[in-house]
């Protein structure tokens, strides 16, 4: 049975940093593409970034890039989000998310999803 379990969120001051990290079980991380999705309150999701099968990484917010690093480590099964220069903006659940095909800003291709973690940016 397919299982990815969000950590690392939590409070932090603008200007901030955190690592999430999506480990999986029941699967090999590295035959799939994974992304990180985020919801803030009151918002649709989005996605955030993905990372392939082939470690090409693609960002979808421009808000993100050269903030947002998202890279997999395939001995622990696990694919990381590191965020720099957090802003309020950035306070929402992220979701990590896998599917066996491509990278797409759309949500409807990934069909296994983690239970969120939450990120909170605030003085």
């Known amino acids: 049975q397919v299982h990815l379990v969000e950590s690392g969120g939590g409070l932090v001051q603008p200007g901030g940093s955190l690592t999430l990290s999506c480990a999986a079980s029941g699967f090999r991380m590295n035959d799939h593409t994974v992304a990180w999705i985020r919801q803030a309150p009151g918002k649709e999701r989005e996605a955030v970034s993905c990372?392939?099968?082939?470690?090409?990484?693609?960002d979808y917010i421009a808000s993100v890039k050269g903030r947002f690093t998202i890279a997999r480590d395939n001995a622990k099964n696990t694919v990381y989000l590191r965020m720099s220069s957090l802003n309020p903006a950035d306070t929402a659940v992220y979701y990590c998310?896998?599917?066996?095909?491509?990278?797409?800003?759309?949500?409807?291709?990934?069909?296994?999803w983690g239970q969120g973690t939450q990120v909170t940016v605030s003085s």
């Open positions: 990372i392939s099968t082939t470690d090409f990484s693609f």
């Open positions: 998310a896998a599917n066996s095909g491509l990278c797409s800003g759309h949500l409807g291709v990934y069909n296994s």
